[in-house]
């Protein structure tokens, strides 16, 4: 069998710019095919070279490995992958009167997905098994009606509906139970439970209890002993109760809340935060941090310096700390003037973490979801040494347009992260911000 015709029998993976400037490692996802890059999504990727950000870092970084790939062969023919497959460029050639008036009508050679698409198509009429692999719902949709098979890219394993959620109900005989409030501990149950996961143990006669799992010394112990009300924030549920924990336990450097609107993420994250670091002096400063994506059309340049800027988009954890401060009892209009004026509390945008380091801090992540996988790594990655990360967001609330709830930061950091000691997550299901706020929850 000749060159030619094993590519031809090998299918063929034409991949989209989308997924490369979500995933320039793509490449190397599919090793077993011939993997074509139409001249479109070249030109594409030089456009997007030049941005600021994520998307132009990989845009950068597909080009230098299109053109690392490109000095050691003929790229047109197909240059094998150290991995397994091929690489190899097609350029779409000006449809044919047959074409014009085949499925192909309507297609525009000025609009850059339907070069794609024509593409594709010319591809399958020579004879190819043809899969356009692509992240943009319309590109398929069309694809698939003028008879060129499509696939939904997926970077990561992880996957929002596998998603860990922290904690497991556990049905026990009531001895057991018995035995975990006198002893204060007790082996691990039978099951597949992760370090920091948290079980509710119920048995006969309404009997339940609350453990933690601790997978250094293989036994489930119990939540910490008082401290179930921080800063006049109480939990109201088993979710909110055990997202404290996690909060309040030094050990468990890196924390991820997962949840819709008013299930309590930013307040408790935010009350345990001002115990760790204005009571405990366990930290020096809380530093709040946002994904800076606007929900619907945005309203422009805010005035201000940097903090001033920064109140409009942290409006939400303002809004929790008037709340918190209301809470104590006392004047919280001079508390949170005390907050505020002590430089133990921090805002900042997370355009500006990149580089940097963190070390003896609190620092809370908003709005997670709109990261990319990188994106969270990198912060992450900035942890110096006494330092606790707490991470929220809601996967089913993105705003960045190249990522949904499987592909994101958060939900690729939690399925990663779960094994880890030094890691623990809740998924919070039920809302507490108020009747009505549980009710458009459910039903809106």
């Known amino acids: 069998m000749d060159k030619k015709s094993t590519l031809k029998d090998r299918k063929s993976c034409m991949l989209d710019a989308s997924v490369l400037l979500h995933d320039p490692s793509a490449f190397h996802q599919y090793v077993m095919h011939d993997i074509v890059l139409p001249g479109v999504v070249l030109e594409e990727l030089d456009r997007k070279k030049a941005m600021h950000g994520e998307m132009g870092r990989n845009a950068r970084k597909a080009m230098k490995f299109i053109d690392e790939v490109a000095r050691q062969g003929d790229i047109q023919k197909g240059i094998p992958l150290a991995k397994g497959g091929s690489f190899r460029i097609v350029i779409e050639k000006e449809p044919s009167k047959k074409d014009k008036d085949s499925v192909l009508t309507g297609l525009s050679p000025d609009r850059t997905r339907h070069r794609l698409l024509s593409s594709a198509h010319q591809l399958k009429e020579l004879g190819h098994d043809v899969m356009l692999v692509s992240k943009d719902p319309v590109t398929k949709i069309i694809a698939e009606t003028i008879g060129v098979d499509t696939a939904t890219f997926k970077s990561n394993q992880e996957t929002y509906e596998g998603l860990y959620k922290g904690i497991f109900t556990v049905d026990v005989t009531k001895d057991v139970i018995d035995e975990f409030y006198k002893e204060g501990e007790i082996a691990i149950p039978a099951g597949n439970y992760y370090p920091n996961s948290y079980l509710v143990l119920k048995g006969e006669a309404n009997s339940s209890a609350i453990a933690k799992v601790n997978a250094r010394d293989n036994k489930l112990e119990p939540l910490l002993k008082g401290r179930q009300n921080v800063w006049g924030v109480k939990p109201r549920n088993v979710e909110q109760k055990c997202a404290l924990d996690l909060l309040l336990r030094d050990d468990v450097k890196l924390v991820s809340f997962i949840g819709n609107a008013g299930t309590g993420k930013t307040l408790l994250a935010l009350a345990a935060g001002l115990q760790k670091v204005f009571d405990d002096n366990v930290y020096n400063r809380i530093i709040i941090a946002r994904s800076i994506m606007p929900l619907g059309k945005d309203i422009g340049f805010l ?95 993105i705003d960045n347009p190249y990522l949904d709830r499987d592909s994101n930061g958060l939900v690729y950091t939690v399925g990663r992260m779960k094994k880890e000691s030094l890691f623990g997550s809740i998924y919070f299901e039920h809302t507490e911000r108020s009747k009505l706020a549980a009710l458009a929850a459910k039903v809106l």
């Not at 900042?348 to 990188?374: C, K, V, W």
């Open 303 to 397: 005035p201000g310096n940097k903090e001033e800027k920064l109140q409009s988009w942290l409006a939400p954890f303002f809004d929790n700390l008037d709340y918190i401060c209301e809470s104590g009892g006392e004047d919280g209009a001079e508390t949170k003037k005390w907050i505020l004026e002590s430089n133990k509390f921090q805002v900042e945008a997370i355009t500006y973490m990149r580089g940097r380091s963190f070390s003896n801090a609190y620092i809370i992540i908003d709005e997670a979801q709109n990261l990319t996988p990188h994106e969270l790594k990198t912060l992450i990655s900035r942890v110096g040494e006494n330092t606790k990360i707490v991470i929220l967001g809601d996967p089913t609330q």
